[in-house]
């Protein structure tokens, strides 16, 4: 082999190295990063009335815009969630949600959830589905109704 043919293969490699390199750093920017978390708190606002109940925040990661249709929860051992159709905002905004890149949505239950609903101690993971189908789900490390109850988390 010549010196010029170890050259192009050398010069071949690399191309296929960057191009798939810039594969994986594509694909990394293009994919949709949705964190949702459970926010458990005593409400007192003119918004929102006094009682303890739970949010759900949405934050889009992601660098495009997202569709946030529905929020809710998933209990354990089960297929069944409980959807919040209506969520309480207090910044007005209603779902289905579009969220732009580095944007939130919290939607809260009415209050008093964790006492007047007897499966929210069963209650594992609070969830947001998007507009193309995906669950994107968040686990509760704090559940008043499994407090109360007595239940080991």
Wanted: proline content about 7%; hydrophobic content about 35%; glycine content about 8%.
């Amino acid at each position: 082999m010549t010196t010029y043919e170890q050259l192009a293969i050398v010069l071949l490699c690399l191309a296929g190295i960057s191009g798939g390199l810039h594969r994986i750093w594509q694909y990394r920017r293009d994919r949709t990063i949705v964190r949702v978390t459970p926010q458990v708190s005593d409400i007192y606002s003119n918004v929102i009335p006094q009682g303890e109940t739970l949010g759900i925040k949405v934050i889009n990661e992601s660098r495009h815009a997202i569709t946030v249709e529905e929020i809710g929860v998933f209990f354990s051992h089960t297929p069944n969630r409980m959807v919040n159709p209506l969520p309480i905002t207090t910044d007005g905004k209603t779902l289905p949600c579009r969220l732009g890149p580095f944007d939130n949505f919290l939607g809260y239950y009415s209050p008093g959830i964790f006492k007047e609903e007897p499966d929210m101690v069963f209650a594992t993971h609070v969830y947001a589905r998007l507009s193309d189908g995906k669950f994107y789900k968040g686990k509760f490390h704090f559940n008043p109704a499994k407090e109360r109850a007595g239940v080991k988390l």
